[in-house]
T-cell receptor, first 116, second 112 residues
């Protein structure tokens, strides 16, 4: 079955440490997204990518970095510059065609990041 | 700028009662609208989407939503709530003038 796989499910970060969250999709989607979810705040967009080797900042990109070297992979690095990284992180993908505004986003099961 | 407002961060209903979750949007162009459901510690799952083909949209798990342009609303309903419907529900809008990014509501937690 096609889908999005996020790993690990739980992750712990020490102070001053960078950590990388994995996101892989086999849906053959062009567009991929990273969201941060905090209680009562809905989803906030961190980064998105519409094509390989290209990505754009979302609303809360500071302290995060991404890469898109392969169509199926969009890893997110939470750097030590992100002072409040404790949250639930969701990766999503969509067909991404600019003409297909009605295409929904498909989500992974998330990674919960906590500070040690 | 586009925005989505979900009225009520928590909605409580009895099993068997009508479920009504409210969503209002603002958009200067015709929107595409979505409802998603999230169970604890899981990702979001698409419930239904409005794409202008019909104003009443039927989704999974017995949910439906009606697009009302005059009220800029897309409320989600289910005639009879079940214990398994307890989850958080998110409304989202995708409009051409938002660079086709989804604009998300803050979510409504449904308590049965």
């Amino acid at each position: 079955d096609g889908g999005i796989t996020q790993s690990p499910k739980y992750l712990f970060r020490k102070e001053g440490q960078n950590v990388t969250l994995s996101c892989e999709q086999n849906l053959n989607h062009d567009a991929m997204y990273w969201y941060r979810q905090d209680p009562g705040q809905g989803l906030r967009l961190i980064y998105y990518s519409q094509i390989v080797n290209d990505f754009q900042k979302g609303d809360i990109a500071e302290g995060y970095s991404v890469s898109r070297e392969k169509k199926e992979s969009f890893p997110l690095t939470v750097t030590s510059a992100q002072k409040n990284p404790t949250a639930f992180y969701l990766c999503a993908s969509s067909l991404g065609d600019r003409a297909d505004f009605n295409q929904p986003q498909h989500f992974g099961d998330g990674t919960r990041l906590s500070i040690l | 700028a586009q925005s989505v407002t979900q009225l009520g961060s928590h909605v409580s209903v009895s099993e068997g009662a009508l479920v009504l979750l409210r969503c209002n949007y603002s958009s200067s162009v015709p929107p595409y609208l979505f409802w998603y459901v999230q169970y604890p510690n899981q990702g979001l799952q698409l419930l239904l989407k409005y794409t202008s083909a019909a104003t009443l949209v039927k989704g999974i798990n017995g949910f439906e939503a009606e697009f009302k342009k005059s009220e800029t609303s897309f409320h989600l309903t289910k005639p009879s709530a079940h214990m398994s419907d307890a989850a958080e529900y998110f409304c989202a809008v995708n409009a051409m003038d938002s660079n086709y990014q989804l604009i998300w509501g803050a979510g409504t937690k449904l308590i049965i």
